[in-house]
C-alpha cells in the first residue's frame, strides 16, 4: 500500500494517528482495570504504535522509506517537533528530506 503526500495532509488534519495512540490507550487502560480487579498483571502499552504508523506512512509518502538515513532524518525530526504534534513533524520532515533526497542522486 503506497500513500501520497496528500493523503499523509489528510491523515494530518484530522486525528488519525492520535486516534490510534487513544485507542491503544483505553484497550491498555480497560485490561489494567480487569487485571487489578483480578489480581493480575499490568498489561504491556505499546506507547509507540502511533509513532511507527505515522513514520512508516511518512517515509514512503516522502519516497525516503529505503533510505540509508531515514531512521536518523525521522528521529531528528521527531526530538524537534514531536511537541508540537505529528503535522509539525511532518512539515520537518518535508524540510528535510528534499534535502536527504536530493543528496541521493549523488550517492
Known amino acids: 500500500m503506497s500513500i501520497t503526500p496528500e493523503?499523509?495532509?489528510?491523515?494530518?488534519?484530522?486525528?488519525?494517528?492520535?486516534?490510534?495512540?487513544?485507542?491503544?490507550?483505553?484497550?491498555?487502560?480497560?485490561?489494567?482495570?480487569?487485571?487489578r480487579v483480578n489480581g493480575g498483571r499490568i498489561p504491556y502499552r505499546d506507547k509507540d504504535k502511533g509513532k511507527r504508523v505515522f513514520k512508516a506512512d511518512a517515509l514512503e509518502a516522502l519516497g525516503l522509506a529505503n533510505h540509508p538515513k531515514a531512521d536518523l532524518l525521522f528521529n531528528k525530526c521527531w526530538d524537534q517537533g514531536q511537541a508540537e504534534?505529528?503535522?509539525?513533524?511532518?512539515?520537518?520532515?518535508?524540510?528535510?528530506?528534499?534535502?536527504?533526497?536530493?543528496w541521493k542522486k549523488f550517492y
Open 7 to 35: 493523503e499523509m495532509k489528510t491523515r494530518l488534519l484530522g486525528s488519525y494517528y492520535e486516534d490510534i495512540d487513544r485507542q491503544d490507550y483505553d484497550s491498555w487502560f480497560e485490561g489494567l482495570k480487569e487485571n
Open 85 to 102: 504534534g505529528y503535522y509539525e513533524v511532518w512539515k520537518l520532515l518535508q524540510e528535510w528530506g528534499e534535502l536527504l533526497d536530493f
